[in-house]
């Protein structure tokens, strides 16, 4: 395996879900260039959050008529979502060289010691579970909510922006029961590429944090091999420099843990 994809290649989750949410993250050293499909990916991905957020918010802000609590009530968790998505995605591509430089520096450790990339995968595997879980429930429950109003049709005939579960603007209010349906897909679609694009941020800096804790336990395994050794033919020099060992790994962690985060 090459030196480069150690940190890649210790969560394949994180690899799917960072590509499914299109946000392609950095997750080696050097640039990556895009395939054709995943630039085709990334643009379906995003015309579709794009098209749900700005529908959303002009339909809550400006053509719904709502009270403003009605507006909190049915517009405030989709927003925030948004809010919780787009702000941390761009200070991250702000970051990309500086996440670039961390991950380099974490593959340069992880290729000297087969010992410590176990310790990173014995890290990671227990929260994957979780987190696949997680994603799951979230999905199901935020593609349901948008899709309640689907049991309107059997009632009404024409539709109002208020209908949608979010407010939302689509031309031609109001609307015959097949741009309604429309407008509930696009919902059910763009609210669960919102809803994983902000977990997979999670995921991601989650993964950063795993491998940063995985070093640590590192750290604490070779300072407890250098201060339990029996064997009399061990001399002092040999333990002291299994010490220094262990500060200078240590000094590197905590380097680390400041660089970016």
């Not at 918010?57 to 009270?67: K, M």
């Not at 010691?113 to 979230?138: F, H, M, Q, R």
């Not at 763009?190 to 809803?195: D, K, L, P, R, W």
């Not at 091999?225 to 040999?238: H, K, M, T, V």
Request: aromatic share 14%; proline share 3%.
């Amino acid at each position: 395996m090459e030196r480069t994809r150690y940190f890649r290649s210790s969560n394949p989750f994180n690899i799917f879900v960072n590509f499914f949410s299109g946000n392609i993250l950095p997750l080696s050293e050097e640039k990556a260039e895009l395939t054709f499909f995943t630039i085709l990916w990334v643009i379906f991905v995003w015309s579709v959050k794009i098209m749900t957020m700005s529908s959303v918010i002009s339909g809550s802000l400006y053509f719904a008529n709502l009270t403003i609590r009605e507006r909190i009530n049915k517009s405030g968790p989709g927003l925030s979502v948004c809010i919780e998505l787009v702000i941390p995605l761009v200070y991250l591509n702000l970051r990309r060289e500086d996440l670039r430089n961390l991950i380099k520096k974490y593959n340069t450790i992880l290729v000297d010691s087969d010992e410590l990339k176990k310790l990173v995968l014995n890290t990671i595997e227990p929260y994957k579970k979780g987190l696949k879980l997680y994603i799951a429930a979230c999905v199901i429950a935020v593609a349901s909510w948008s899709a309640t109003p689907i049991f309107l049709i059997s009632h009404n005939d024409q539709f109002t922006y208020a209908d949608f579960a979010a407010p939302a603007y689509l031309p031609g209010a109001p609307f015959s029961s097949k741009v309604f349906i429309a407008g509930i897909i696009l919902q059910v679609v763009g609210s669960s590429f919102i809803t994983i694009g902000k977990i997979s941020i999670d995921i991601y800096i989650s993964h950063f944090i795993a491998v940063l804790t995985a070093q640590y336990k590192y750290v604490r395994t070779l300072m407890t091999e250098a201060l339990s050794r029996e064997n009399d033919q061990e001399d002092e020099s040999s333990v002291i420099q299994s010490l220094r060992k262990c500060i200078t790994h240590h000094c590197a962690v905590i380097e680390y843990s400041f660089f970016v985060f």
